[in-house]
Nanobody, 119 residues
């Protein structure tokens, strides 16, 4: 099992910045991908970006150039630095760890953290 704890929730003005953290614990070996997802009210959950165990990073088009994923392996923590925030970025943000378990990819989710953008 992998436990994920997100932090960094907040209320920011449009154009502002916020950093989310996701600390992983438990059986974190064989995690192949760490990702950030978000879900706005009335919408489906969408992938914001991922970082692979090899360090490859990708983002959804709507956040490219504004959001940055990074990780600190020593702290088993992944970050999502968000800048130039827009009202459309308002959502609950979730951290996800994809782990290889007996040759099957299994997703583990954090509890989610609320990001609100309002003037």
């Amino acid at each position: 099992q992998v436990q994920l704890v997100e932090s960094g929730a907040g209320l920011v003005q449009p154009g502002g910045s916020l950093r989310l953290s996701c600390a992983a614990s438990g059986s974190i070996s064989s995690i192949v991908v760490m990702g950030w997802y978000r879900q706005a009210p009335g919408k489906q959950r969408e992938r914001v970006g991922i970082i692979t165990s090899g360090g490859k990073i990708s983002y959804v088009d709507s956040v490219k150039g504004r959001f940055t994923i990074s990780r600190d392996n020593a702290k088993s923590t992944v970050y999502l630095q968000m800048s130039k925030l827009k009202p459309g970025d308002k959502a609950v943000y979730y951290c996800c760890a994809t782990k290889l378990v007996k040759d099957v990819l299994v997703n583990f989710w954090g509890q989610g953290t609320q990001v609100t953008i309002s003037s």
